[in-house]
């Protein structure tokens, strides 16, 4: 991929930030035809694009599925959560994949909020106990998550999510960057004030030459883009 072509994708990621944070802003407002009004000249959208209308139009914006997040113990936060809803529509991304431990509530809930895929580790999942209970509870399409007992080299996803309760990121995203599909992008949340295992690996992207950034906004994101 050209460096013009990795800016333009990295410029992406930041106009999905400014249309997560309206969307908020919109929301303490309360008011939809508003909504669309600030999300359209904020973020200076297209009315007529397709995936625009798709964004604008959501009912349930700003909504997480409140029954099952009630039920995890360390759930990332609202905003986050909502900006990977609102990446993986704009970008138009159908394969999704969580790394790390994880309780299984990004999974579910981005199985339920956008038309991509869901894929992990069947290892990585805390309780597969509960997490079979939650998806028939919410009634998750069995087509939707994908638990699998290996990842392999040859897997490629759109969108790949480092779990917040991922104890060594080097690891992780060495396990993790050869699945980003071309014009994909890996990304973490929740790292505002980067601990030092964070600082380890934003020096290494820098040795080997990935591009990323790391945004302060709101509590932080590492994203990286092929």
Not at 85 to 106: D, F, L
Request: with cysteine; proline share 1%.
């Amino acid at each position: 991929m050209s460096s013009t072509t990795r800016y333009i994708l990295i410029a992406s990621v930041f106009v999905v930030l400014i249309i997560g944070f309206t969307i908020f802003t919109v929301l303490q407002i309360k008011a939809r035809k508003l909504k669309k009004r600030i999300l359209i000249e904020e973020a200076n959208l297209d009315e007529n694009d397709p995936i625009t209308k798709e964004l604008i139009e959501r009912t349930e914006v700003g909504e997480m599925i409140w029954e099952l997040k009630d039920q995890i113990k360390n759930p990332i936060d609202d905003l986050s959560m909502e900006y990977f809803i609102t990446n993986i529509i704009r970008n138009g991304y159908k394969s999704v994949w969580i790394e790390g431990e994880t309780e299984g509530y990004e999974a579910i809930t981005l199985a339920k909020r956008t038309k991509a895929n869901i894929s992990l580790l069947k290892g990585s999942i805390k309780d597969t106990e509960k997490f079979n209970k939650w998806l028939k509870e919410f009634d998750v399409p069995k087509d939707k998550i994908e638990i699998v007992e290996k990842k392999f080299i040859k897997d490629k996803f759109d969108f790949i999510i480092l779990s917040k309760e991922t104890t060594n990121f080097n690891s992780a995203f060495d396990n993790s960057w050869v699945n980003v599909n071309k014009n994909g992008m890996l990304i973490i949340a929740e790292c505002k004030k980067l601990t030092r295992d964070q600082k380890d690996l934003i020096k290494y992207m820098k040795l080997i030459g990935v591009r990323f950034e790391h945004q302060k906004i709101h509590e932080g994101f590492i994203i990286a883009a092929k």
